[in-house]
């Protein structure tokens, strides 16, 4: 099965969060666990900024919702959203 839709509210999620990720950033522009040039922080990293992300969960739980009725679906699980 295949859902497509358009996720209109990412760019205010960003929006929300720029603050948090540009300074999380500026502290460590290459931090990350694979040893490699990349950004990435990890929901369980204790000394950097973090994201709400109720937002984030709440917006994916409507899209839950929408796409187990469009397949008729009686139920539906979603992990963590972090």
Known sequence: MFYKTHLNWTDEFVENNIQV???NYS?????????????AVHDND???PGIDFTYLRNKYEDLA???AKHYNMKEYHLNSVY
């Open 21 to 23: 990720i540009e300074d």
């Open 27 to 39: 502290m460590w522009p290459t931090r990350n666990r694979w040893n490699c040039n990349v950004h």
């Open 46 to 48: 204790e000394d950097v």
């Open 65 to 67: 919702v929408e796409v």
